[in-house]
């Protein structure tokens, strides 16, 4: 599967944003899959993880109650709804994917098999 991340941009902290994952070239409700991040410097850490029907998700501690990831399998996208944001969220946001069976959720960066390019998200005032 190929997957095309989309919808950084430049936000003020405690502003929202929402990032899209498109996938092609298999069937999408295979997949568990979820978001990382990268900050400079910095290794690409969990973000959050969803189950292939989307009945399941996890969430890194920080991201907890201000982020929210989703799907729509007809639609082959992910989401990231990301609100409150702050400085320390400014990265590169990428999304992965990785074959998995029903109901699983996976915060193991080293699992995912299938990424997408990357998109800044960069929280400044």
């Known amino acids: 599967v190929q997957l095309q991340a989309s919808g950084g941009g430049l936000v003020q902290p405690r502003n929202s944003l929402r990032l899209s994952c498109a996938g092609s070239?298999?069937?999408?409700?295979?997949?568990?899959m979820g978001w990382f991040r990268q900050a400079p410097g910095k290794e690409r850490e969990f973000v959050a993880a969803?189950?292939?029907?989307?009945?399941?998700?996890d969430y890194e501690q920080s991201v907890k109650g201000r982020f929210f990831i989703s799907r729509e399998n007809a639609k082959n996208t992910l989401y990231l709804q990301m609100d409150g944001l702050k400085p320390e969220d400014t990265a590169v946001y990428f999304c992965a994917a990785r074959t998995a069976v029903t109901g699983e959720v996976d915060n193991s960066r080293a699992r995912y098999r299938y990424w997408g390019q990357g998109t800044q998200v960069t929280v400044s005032s």
């Open positions: 070239g298999g069937i999408f409700s295979d997949y568990a």
């Open positions: 969803i189950s292939r029907a989307g009945t399941r998700n």
